[in-house]
């Protein structure tokens, strides 16, 4: 898997899992503010901010009275739905062993590989569509921002006289030591608050000739009231949000609802000064918005005294229904607050803090008796094991591969190196297949060789996992070398024989033209693998260079109906040697129905001479 493909899946990865428990915590939040929509509207608010919280959060992050510890299914925090896209186009190795045996020798050809041949597989595709559109989001936010702020600095800034008087009196009295600018605009038709290092409030000069000098002070007020409470800096936020997840419609519900709440606090905030009473004050936003005829220039960080898309008539119910005492934000709304921020921001359901979601279709290698007896007896010899091979290899692990009546009162996961390693882990899977995590411990190393991962075994039930994969590589030795990856699958007792079946590991029953053949006739079109049970709707045809057949332009491999045939179109020359493989070390997609890989396999022909 090339650099790029790897970035792409780590980050749909991470968009999914953030899209879903943001999806869950709005929806958390749209109900807890809708129960409190008497209280306080910065109770409200303060909930609504927790939303931009989240998204800087890690998505793994979890605790133990966390709803995602138990609520949420562990299988939608991973990536499952991912299976098959992420096979990229490696360069591989290629064996020269007899058929069936692991391959001794390398080569670096490219390699035929599904489901994405090239650079362009699908995770890269939507991460290069959402990298840019966001990039366009932003870009537009941008320059109407740059657009409004260059407008601004060619209005008249106001400096002395009544208004600037009155602007320093009411920052005195809210404790704002900072003062904006004032300017004042002939073709800007509503106030508003545009800046952070050099805030700046501009009022329109009909809004100045129509309204009293009292309801000025009002709208300087309000104004003031957004700066002193950094609603700019907010707004910078949510521009921020949408541009990372412009295709969420629960983002955008969340921000909507966050400017909505803002001016609600800030209503609140002038009416608690007593300057004004609730119909003053409902008369003076009636009136700036009929001076700017329902239009409103703000939008993005641009901060106003009514917003596009905010609701009137509410924000004017609650106005009149102002209740200094009732709507305090007191204790017990921090303590809510703090509360629901610890119940609901850790959503995750914890298992990429310790174990990390790959797509079952990703773990390459299967692991057999065989394997794991060679490994033992190489680490048995006076030779250090990395210097019989560069990377660490496993010695033991249990249960056995391909075990079936695995008792249900295994409590731990275990694989042991035959080096020592780093403390890094990466347990790979996904779906229902990965066994059960006992989230009461942690999956942890014993020694300096051998890692254990705590599972809740169920009774008759097909297991599948990974130890590292082509994305996640944590599983290193002490000098940093990744181990291989493999899959160990294995049945628990009382399994149906139908169950116990899944954990067989491919073969291969026919190969067309056969394996070594020679004198192939040089006008077959297609190579035929038949295998002895379902396949996968994968495939890795490898190999490279001159002895790798070439594809006809346009042509794919493809499965027979019963998945069991897989046929590869090709164009071969007389007298020549063919040599390629199904199934590599990095490449092995050529997988049973339950995800168990075929061995690789290298498959050498020689057609015949003119």
């Known amino acids: 898997m090339s650099p790029l493909e790897q970035t792409a899946v780590t980050w749909l990865t991470w968009m999914w ?29 303060a909930l609504w901010l ?43 190795d290629i064996s020269a062993a007899p058929l069936g045996k692991a391959e001794t020798s390398t080569e670096v050809p490219p390699a035929l590989d599904s489901p994405a041949a090239g650079l362009m597989t699908l995770p890269v595709i939507l991460m290069l569509v959402w990298g840019s559109l966001g990039l366009t989001y932003w870009g537009v936010v941008t320059w109407r921002y740059r657009r409004l702020s260059q407008a601004v600095d060619h209005m008249p800034t106001i400096d002395e006289g009544p208004l600037r008087i009155g602007l320093e009196q009411h920052g005195q009295r809210l404790g704002v030591r900072r003062l904006p600018e004032l300017h004042i605009a002939e073709t800007i038709t509503s106030p508003f608050l545009i800046g952070i290092s050099r805030p700046r409030i501009v009022l329109p000069q009909t809004l100045i000739a129509r309204l009293t000098s009292d309801d000025i002070q009002t709208v300087l007020t309000h104004e003031l ?22 295709f969420h419609p629960f983002v955008w519900w969340a921000t909507a609802q966050l400017r909505i709440e803002r001016e609600h606090v800030c209503d609140d905030a002038v009416l608690r000064l007593g300057l004004v009473t609730a119909e003053e004050y409902g008369e003076v936003i009636m009136r700036v918005l009929t001076t700017a005829r329902g239009r409103s220039d703000v939008a993005g960080s641009v901060i106003g005294v009514f917003e ?92 056995k591969p391909g075990a079936t009546g695995v008792s249900v009162d295994t409590k731990e996961i275990s694989v042991t190196f035959d080096r020592d390693m780093s403390k890094g882990m990466s347990w790979t899977g996904g779906g229902k297949e ?35 994969s082509k994305s996640y590589q944590n599983f290193k030795s002490a000098t940093g070398v990744p181990a291989a990856p493999v899959v160990l699958s294995f049945t628990t007792e009382g399994a149906p024989p139908a169950i116990e079946r899944r954990v067989k590991t491919p073969t291969i029953v026919e190969l067309d033209p056969p394996n070594q053949a020679a004198g192939v006739d040089p006008a077959t079109s297609t190579l035929r ?3 002895d049970m379902p396949m996968g709707e994968a495939f890795s045809w490898t190999g490279g260079g001159e002895h790798f057949p070439e594809i006809p332009n346009g042509q794919r491999p493809r499965w027979s109906k019963d998945r069991k045939t897989c046929t590869l179109p090709v164009k071969l020359m007389p007298g020549h040697t063919y040599r390629l493989g199904l199934n590599s070390k990095s490449h092995n997609n050529f997988q049973s129905h339950w995800g168990v890989p075929l061995e690789p396999v290298v498959y050498t022909f020689e057609t015949a001479a003119e």
């Open 17 to 45: 899992t953030l899209s879903w428990q943001l999806a869950l915590f709005v929806g958390l939040v749209t109900l807890a503010c809708w129960l409190l929509r008497s209280s306080s509207p910065r109770l409200r608010h």
């Open 50 to 92: 927790l939303v931009l919280i989240k998204i800087l959060i890690p998505p793994s992050m979890t605790a133990p009275w966390s709803i995602g510890q138990w609520v949420m299914p562990e299988s939608i925090d991973r990536v499952s739905f991912l299976v098959g896209l992420n096979a990229g186009p490696d360069q591989v």
């Open 225 to 246: 009231l957004h700066w002193r409470r950094l609603d700019t800096w907010i707004g910078y936020g949510q521009v921020i949000v949408q541009g990372l997840f412009w």
């Open 308 to 399: 596009r898309g905010g609701k009137l008539q509410q924000r004017l119910e609650n106005v009149m229904r102002h209740e200094t005492k009732r709507q305090e934000f007191n204790w017990w709304s921090r303590a809510f607050v703090g509360v629901f921020a610890l119940l609901f921001l850790p959503i995750g359901t914890g298992t990429e803090t310790e174990l990390e979601a790959e797509p079952t279709a990703s773990v390459p290698v299967v692991v057999t008796e065989a394997i794991l007896s060679q490994a033992t007896d190489a680490a048995d010899t006076d030779v250090p094991p990395e210097r019989k091979t560069p990377d660490p290899q496993i010695v033991r692990l249990v249960p």
């Open 434 to 468: 990965f066994p059960p995590i006992d989230k009461s411990r942690k999956a942890r190393w014993i020694d300096d060789r051998t890692c254990v991962l705590p599972v809740k075994l169920k009774k008759g039930q097909y297991y599948r996992l990974g130890i590292n």
């Open 529 to 531: 693998v038949t295998f």
